[in-house]
């Protein structure tokens, strides 16, 4: 097996960097203009042909090229073959890599979207920004839902919880603690200031399946997850949460497999600053236990930042593939980061590694992987390899076309609103007061008489059907009038709808899980 080629080193030796030990997590670093996109696109392009699947950010826009060849007619297309012969590559040959767009807007590719409930409350106090005290208020929240066998699926659910949890403050004390309207007011207010900003996008049905992530195409290439993150850098916070969250969810749904002869999925986490940018120790100490732990699910992590010493040392100490293009020393910072990533390299004693890094060149980079054995190369200057998919972004036209052919056509978007808590505790409010009415206006005894206000279980749950039916033929019609296919089916999206329905009204989430899973079965 092929292993990726990273360039060709000052001593001739070509620079690689090992499949069997590319899950040992990596780093990218250098300043602004000095190529690190470029080497991001040609070791992703490389893992994909490996049969790797890829995740990357696109932060700047331009990463999205990496879907199509590039061309001789490209302005630099004699740097880039003049490259590929410096370097002694002869097949060179402009090609493109399967690619799926993705878009927590859903403007620029599939929606990806979680619940409230899976976020959870330690990383969703990262997001809102808040401090010890609001952050118990809003674990109380989840725990009060979780007991009552409400879903918190979305932000609108997790507003009624909290409004429910302050009325009944003096209820609740005795059994979760102290509950301050202030706090509860805090924490309403980040949240609305978050969904002016389109978060509340993120937070919803249908969930994301983080499996879909991990595919090959037809021909075995590994799927490149393209995320759409130029828009979404306006919100740092949500950035870095959300990228948190996919590590977190990777973790947890991927089995150990220790060392494997390739990596499962290769993550590349652009403007890695973010995530450590005023982390609580609580997130810090969990991001830590993540990127440490999940090489042995067959995850390798790359951080990509523009100085070295963003990353936390002990994060940092466990990134053993390193690429580091250049650095100027124009600040005590700068010169301090240069020393700090000239002592993280094997020594070469050919080689005055302090003074490289300043005379760096677009397109050089020190480079020092891990060998089989697991121990860092010594540090060579290297020639990087150039790209054979386009430099540069998609147009529109070009985005829907790849789309068009997505895989994940029908599967996510369109939202689901099914029953959850928002509904349930606003039913619940409207039977009160009309119940009230009644005993206040007829008596105790016909209040008692009256039919049931709320539809029964299998009434919602019929409902919820009809509804989810009608929303996944829509997608499959749009599919046939657009000429491509669709995943959605109209009798899957019903029963899966029926599973929700029963599962909120009789336990919770975890039961809907259940329940969605045995009616799956009746599919296959």
């Avoid at 300043?358 to 891990?370: N, P, Q």
């Avoid at 996510?412 to 505790?425: G, I, K, Q, T, W």
Wanted: aromatic share 6%; proline share 4%.
């Amino acid at each position: 097996m092929d292993d990726i080629f990273l360039g060709l080193g000052s001593n001739g030796e070509r620079q690689v960097l090992h499949l069997g030990r590319a899950n040992r997590h990596g780093l990218v670093a250098g300043a602004t203009g000095t190529g690190k996109t470029v080497t991001l696109q040609t070791v992703a392009e490389q893992f994909s042909t490996q049969g790797v699947p890829v995740f990357l950010a696109d932060v700047k826009g331009d990463l999205s090229g990496i879907c199509m060849p590039g061309s001789p007619e490209f302005k630099h297309a004699a740097v880039i073959e003049g490259r590929a012969k410096e370097l002694g590559i002869t097949d060179f040959a402009y090609r493109d890599n399967p690619a799926v767009f993705w878009d927590l807007y859903g403007e620029k590719g599939h929606p990806i979207r979680t619940t409230v409930s899976e976020m959870g409350p330690l990383l969703l106090a990262r997001l809102l920004g808040l401090n010890e005290t609001q952050e118990g208020v809003l674990n109380i929240a989840f725990r009060w839902a979780d007991d009552n066998g409400l879903l918190l699926l979305d932000f609108d659910d997790l507003q009624q919880v909290l409004i429910a949890c302050a009325e009944q403050a003096g209820e609740l004390t005795t059994q979760y603690g102290n509950i301050s309207k202030a706090s509860v007011g805090t924490i309403q207010r980040q949240l609305l200031s978050f969904a002016s900003q389109g978060a509340d996008r993120f937070f919803g049905e249908p969930a994301f399946e983080i499996n879909d992530f991990i595919r090959t195409d037809e021909t075995g290439k590994g799927i490149i997850n393209i995320l759409a993150a130029d828009r979404l850098m306006q919100s740092p916070k949500l950035y870095a949460t959300f990228l948190l969250w996919l590590l977190s969810e990777l973790f947890e749904a991927l089995p150990e497999v220790g060392d494997p002869e390739k990596p499962n999925l290769v993550f590349f986490f652009d403007e890695a600053h973010l995530l450590f940018d005023d982390a609580p120790a609580a997130l810090f100490d969990k991001v830590e236990q993540v990127v440490r732990l999940i090489r042995s699910k067959g995850v390798g992590v790359y951080f990509i930042s523009q100085n070295p010493i963003d990353i936390p040392e002990k994060i940092a100490g466990q990134l053993g593939n390193r690429v580091q293009h250049a650095l100027r020393a124009f600040t005590p910072r700068d010169q301090k980061a240069i020393k700090a990533a000239a002592e993280t390299f094997r020594i070469n004693p050919e080689l005055d590694v302090a003074t490289a890094i300043t005379e760096l060149k677009v397109g050089e980079a020190l480079v020092s992987t891990l060998d089989m054995e697991g121990a860092p190369s010594v540090v060579q200057r290297t020639l990087i390899a150039p790209p054979r998919s386009r430099l540069g972004p998609v147009s529109d036209k070009e985005r829907a076309i790849i789309q068009s052919i997505s895989p994940f056509a029908g599967k996510y978007d369109a939202a689901v609103n099914r029953e959850s808590a928002a509904e349930v505790l606003a039913q619940k409010a409207q039977d009160a007061a009309a119940a009230a009415q009644v005993a206040a206006e007829q008596g105790e005894d016909a209040q008692r008489a009256q039919a049931r206000q709320s539809p029964s279980l299998w009434g919602k749950a019929g409902k919820a059907a009809m509804g989810a039916v009608a929303a996944s033929a829509g997608s499959v019609l749009a599919a046939q009038l657009s000429g491509r296919k669709s995943r959605a089916s109209p009798v899957a999206s019903g029963l899966s709808a029926v599973a929700g329905t029963i599962a909120t009204a009789v336990g919770g989430e975890a039961l809907g899980r259940f329940a969605r899973g045995l009616l799956g079965g009746l599919l296959r």
